[in-house]
């Protein structure tokens, strides 16, 4: 069975940093790449960061370029998000999510979209005040 559990969510003031971790269990060598979104009430699910599985490879949002980072440990099947400078913006749900193999045949962009994922976290709630 597949699990994916966030943690690391936070109340942290601009500027300040926090690492999220999703630990993910059931599912590390069949799948494509796993990426982490977030959603504010009322609003889209938006991509943030993704990494390739094999190849780990890195993709972001323009928004938090220079500022997030996402790494995976393929051992212990973790990935994480490191955030630093962050912005009342960043204020949000965080979700990690994995995608199979596959889900980025023919895709040309850069952050696959939501519907190219298969299994969602509960997710992390992070709140950055001014």
């Known amino acids: 069975q597949v699990q994916l559990v966030e943690s690391g969510g936070g109340s942290v003031q601009a500027g300040g940093s926090l690492r999220l971790s999703c630990v993910v269990s059931?599912?590390?060598?069949?799948?494509?790449?796993m990426g982490w979104f977030r959603q504010v009430s009322g609003k889209e699910r938006e991509g943030v960061a993704q990494?390739?599985?094999?190849?780990?490879?890195?993709h972001y949002a323009d928004s938090v370029k220079g500022r997030f980072t996402i790494s995976q440990d393929i051992v212990k099947n973790i990935v994480y998000l490191q955030m630093n400078s962050l912005k009342p913006e960043d204020t949000a749900m965080y979700y990690c999510?994995?995608?199979?193999?596959?889900?980025?045949?023919?895709?040309?962009?850069?952050?696959?979209?939501?519907?190219?994922?298969?299994?969602w976290g509960q997710g992390t709630q992070v709140t950055v005040s001014s």
């Open positions: 059931g599912y590390t060598y069949n799948r494509d790449s």
């Open positions: 999510a994995a995608a199979p193999l596959g889900a980025a045949f023919r895709w040309s962009g850069d952050l696959l979209p939501p519907s190219k994922y298969n299994y």
């Open positions: 990494i390739y599985t094999r190849t780990s490879t890195t």
